[in-house]
């Protein structure tokens, strides 16, 4: 392989500490992370239960609603949280809800396992002292790419169940490398801040795969996790992962995509978009109507966040420093 058709190419950086020591380039700083994602030991940030459990009632057939509400009863947090989402006005605009069974029904077991899964994730998973920052950027952007993958899913004749989950967990990796990094304490010491931008672009795709498989999730989700910059597996676009990576674009064109240290670290290469394009039938029209369209819904998001953030103020101040 040449050198020009390496995408890590050119991104390498040596720094020479103050005391002369020769510290890690960010090429470097990515293979150790790799290493450590791939490793025996390594273990995965712990994956909410009932995230995972209403998931699994949703693939079945005839699910009793109130077996949804059981389960649910047992994340009161959780609960809440999407009691309060479903009495919003997007899911609410035909009388009031007031009982988690109201809102099982009135969401539907689809809608309702997306948003167990986001609610969840914010509170349990895109969550770190250290790199809060860092890691407020991801979480924004991977909500705002669900949002946008579904969307996106819509307009192909592929329409996925998985697009809300796949645009969520896309950058997991990128999340668990903040986590690891976090728990080292490894912040201003240890590796030069400047490279971690360039070391979670190298290494975060690979790591969403690896979080993935170890939180067994079904293998196409891993898959596309796993091939959500370069789409290509064995030679042939996989729709979903073309999805993904137009809903990304979306994203970052909107201005919510990652700059980590001055770095974005969330990169699709032009051939690829290209490819995703293609393959979804996605022409400069349909592309242009894609954008008007994100743009609304990412809008409508924002102000519904906007809305959380006001109401989590009206909690009392135990309830929230418990988040
Ligand atoms: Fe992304
Ligand atoms: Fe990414």
């Not at 919510?256 to 051939?271: L, R």
Request: hydrophobic share 45%; with cysteine; aromatic share 4%.
């Amino acid at each position: 392989m040449s050198y020009t058709n390496n995408p890590g190419y050119g991104q390498g950086r040596h720094v020479i500490s103050s005391d002369g020591i020769l510290v890690e380039s960010a090429a470097e700083f990515a293979a150790r992370l790799r290493a450590h994602f791939t490793s025996p030991g390594y273990t995965p940030p712990l994956l909410p239960a009932v995230a995972l459990e209403v998931h699994a009632l949703t693939r079945q057939s005839d699910v009793d609603a109130a077996k949804v509400v059981e389960v649910m009863r047992k994340d009161p947090m959780l609960a809440g949280r999407v009691l309060k989402i479903a009495q919003s006005a997007a899911f609410a605009p035909m009388g009031a809800i007031t009982s988690l069974q109201d809102a099982v029904v009135r969401l539907g077991l689809h809608n309702l396992s997306e948003i167990a899964w986001e609610v969840s994730l914010n509170m349990r998973v895109f969550r770190s002292q250290a790199y809060a920052e860092s890691m407020e950027i991801v979480r924004r952007h991977s909500t705002a790419c669900a949002h946008l993958a579904r969307m996106v899913s819509s307009f192909t004749s592929l329409a996925s169940e998985y697009a809300f989950l796949c645009g969520l967990l896309h950058d997991i990796g990128m999340a668990a490398a903040l986590i690891v990094l976090g728990e080292r304490k490894e912040t201003a010491t240890g590796f030069d801040p400047a490279l971690l931008g360039t070391a979670l672009q190298q290494c975060h795709q690979e790591a969403s795969a690896v979080v993935a498989g170890l939180w067994k999730l079904p293998a196409d989700v891993q898959l596309v996790l796993g091939h959500h910059h370069d789409v290509v597996i064995d030679g042939f676009v996989h729709p979903l992962a073309a999805v993904v990576a137009v809903a990304d674009e979306l994203t970052r064109e909107l201005g919510m995509g990652i700059m980590i240290c001055g770095h974005n670290c969330d990169v699709t290469s032009d051939t690829a978009l290209g490819h995703a394009r293609n393959t979804l039938g996605f022409d400069r029209a349909r592309m242009d109507k894609l954008g008007r369209e994100a743009k609304k819904l990412i809008s409508t998001l924002e102000r519904g966040a906007a809305t959380a953030a006001a109401t989590s103020e009206d909690r009392p101040k135990a309830q929230r420093s418990a988040r």
